[in-house]
C-alpha cells in the first residue's frame, strides 16, 4: 500500500517552517567556545545615545611665538593617550549595546557555564564584580567572559549585528565625533 498523500495546504505550512527555521538558523553565530547566539538587527539610536555620554578630549594648546597666537597642538603626547583611551571607551560601549541588544542564546554547550548558572553568579561575586542580580548585566559580563572570551568572538558578533543594523565600527566613532563638534559649538 503507498503512503498516505500529504495535503497541499500541510506540505506549505512545512515548507514555510522549514524556511523559517533556516533564515533563523542564518543569523546564528558560533562561538570559539561552541556557544550560539542568534544575532539580530537592533536600533541604532541605542548606540548613539551611549556613545554621546563620552566627550571628547580637548586638543591642548600653546602659544607659538613666531605667529605671535594660540595654536592647537594635536600631537600633545598626552592628548593622544587620551583619544586613544575615548575612541576605546566608545569602542566598547557600543559593543556592549551591539551584546546587550543585538544578541540572545541559541545553544550553550554542557561543558560552557550559563548566565544564570550557580557557578557563574558565585565567580562574579568572588571577583566582586557588582550587579549580579541584574540578568543583563550578568549576560554581557557572561558574553565577555565565557560566551566569547577571544577578541575575534566580539569581533565577529559586532560585525553580525552591524551588517544586519547597517552600523559599523566607524560609524559609531564618526557619530560620537559630530556629537561633540556640536556639543563644542554650543560651549562657544
Do not use: C
Not at 540572545?104 to 550587579?131: A, Q, T
Amino acid at each position: 500500500m503507498a503512503g498516505k498523500k500529504k495535503d497541499p495546504v500541510e506540505k506549505v505550512v512545512k515548507a514555510l517552517e522549514e524556511t523559517e527555521a533556516g533564515e533563523r538558523d542564518g543569523n546564528v553565530v558560533t562561538l570559539s567556545t561552541g556557544v550560539q547566539l542568534r544575532v539580530k538587527p537592533m536600533p541604532k539610536h541605542f548606540i548613539f545615545q551611549v556613545t554621546e555620554r563620552y566627550k571628547k578630549p580637548k586638543v591642548p594648546v600653546y602659544f607659538d611665538e613666531t605667529k605671535g597666537r594660540e595654536e592647537e597642538n594635536p600631537e600633545d603626547p598626552d592628548y593622544i593617550e587620551a583619544m586613544q583611551m575615548h575612541l576605546a571607551e566608545i569602542s566598547n560601549a557600543s559593543t556592549d549595546v551591539a551584546i546587550l541588544r543585538g544578541t540572545e542564546v541559541v545553544h550553550v554547550p554542557d561543558d560552557v557555564m550559563g548566565p544564570d548558572s550557580d557557578d557563574f553568579k558565585m565567580e562574579l561575586e568572588v571577583l566582586k564584580f557588582g550587579m549580579v542580580d541584574n540578568a543583563r548585566a550578568r549576560y554581557l559580563a557572561w558574553i565577555k567572559a565565557i560566551a566569547a572570551p577571544l577578541d575575534s568572538d566580539i569581533e565577529n558578533l559586532f560585525e553580525e549585528i552591524g551588517r544586519l543594523t547597517g552600523v559599523t565600527e566607524a560609524d559609531v566613532a564618526e557619530a560620537a565625533d559630530r556629537f561633540q563638534r556640536l556639543e563644542g559649538r554650543k560651549a562657544d
